[in-house]
């Protein structure tokens, strides 16, 4: 028998490997969806292989990526309403009595003091923002205690735990906005950590540069953080986000093994 080229080793690798994870849906059944017709679950789930009878009280660890969700477009919503009244502007100002502000922080004293229901709003983005880290955390035990995390859901997988990383990105980049003493030595933290890199000086003090636009935190860092914070997050999340429930669509949700 000839032997195989390469180039059709490789195709079968990568082709193999596309339809063993991502077979063909039935997308034109998924509309008219019945139980008999439509096979979404890649492979079968366990309870439907074994004919198990449900087992309820599994399930509502299963809506904790539903949860996370939820709690990110409430965070979508309420920080809109936040950003027509915050400034991004930590340049640090004394006062008359020798202490320090910022147009930062003066700006969340109008929020919580002035803007009507202001202090609701922030109050409902602050603790969206827990709910959400809390829910991702456990949403990816449970994928990990039901072993779902294997074939063919090695690639969601991986996805998740970038959308891990912009979680918690997410968190420490709001954490620092409101120029409080506690975000200013959240600040100071991060930078020294970032400077701190391992490797040859020069490397820490380039991401540190990179990340916060300064090397010691005078309030510059403020507008990097808030750039991340209200775009580059938001915009790498939500793609992300989108692409890792079109996966869990057309791979079927897993149940445990
Ligand atoms: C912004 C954060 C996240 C959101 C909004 C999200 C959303 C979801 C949703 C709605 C599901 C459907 C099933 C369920 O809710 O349990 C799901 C499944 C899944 N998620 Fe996430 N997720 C996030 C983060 C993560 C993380 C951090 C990981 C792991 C590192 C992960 C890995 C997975 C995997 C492998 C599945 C498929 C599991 C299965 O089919 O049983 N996700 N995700």
Redesign the pocket.
Known sequence: MARESLIGRMNRKVFGYLASRFPPTPWADLTRRTVETVQRQVPRSHAEKYELKTIWYWYP?????????VA?IILTITGILLGFYYIPDGTIQFTRGGGVTSAAYNSMNFIMNDVPFGFMIRGLHHWSAHV?IA???L??M???F?G??KKP??L??????V??F??LGFGYTGYVLPANDLSRAAATIGINMTKASPGPVFLGQFLTQLVFGETDPTGFYIIRMYWLHVFILPLV?TL??IL??A??WI?????PH
């Open positions: 660890l299963y809506c904790l990526g539903g949860i996370a969700f990110f959400m829910a991702v955390f949403h990816m449970r994928v990990y039901t779902t995390y859901r090695e969601n997988w991986l996805l998740g735990v959308l891990l912009v979680t999340g992300l986000m890792h429930m996966l869990v791979q079927g949700v897993g149940e």
